[in-house]
């Protein structure tokens, strides 16, 4: 059964920086990708992550965000930096993309519960 739990959301802000996290059990490859999604928005994908380390990042987050893995603890991050308002979201942690790389919500099978970020201006 494989559990993604993510931790390191809270408010800060713009400018400043937070580290998301997310813990995964019973899933050791590394395609996964983070993703956001703000009231009234859809989902979007935010940086993903392929087992050889090649990453890919949404235009927005190019630059301010880094994604990377630490194999040993089977653990994801998403480094944010220079947080903007615009930031702000429910962000998720996702697993087992049918295409590496992916940044589309429906191609990966599965889901954490999600840790909010709030930036204020």
């Known amino acids: 059964q494989v559990q993604l739990v993510e931790s390191g959301g809270g408010s800060v802000q713009a400018g400043g920086s937070l580290r998301l996290s997310c813990a995964a059990s019973?899933?050791?490859?590394?395609?996964m990708g983070w993703f956001r999604q703000a009231p009234g928005n859809e989902r979007e994908g935010v940086a993903a992550?392929?087992?050889?380390?090649?990453?890919n990042y949404a235009d927005s987050v190019r630059g301010r965000f880094t994604i990377s893995r630490d194999t040993a603890k089977n653990t994801l991050y998403l480094q944010m930096n220079n947080l903007k308002p615009e930031d702000t979201a429910m962000y998720y942690c996702a697993a087992a993309p049918i295409r590496l790389w992916s940044l589309r919500e429906r191609d990966y099978i599965y889901w954490g519960q999600g840790t909010q970020v709030t930036v204020s201006s």
């Open positions: 019973g899933y050791t490859s590394g395609n």
């Open positions: 992550i392929a087992t050889n380390g090649a990453t």
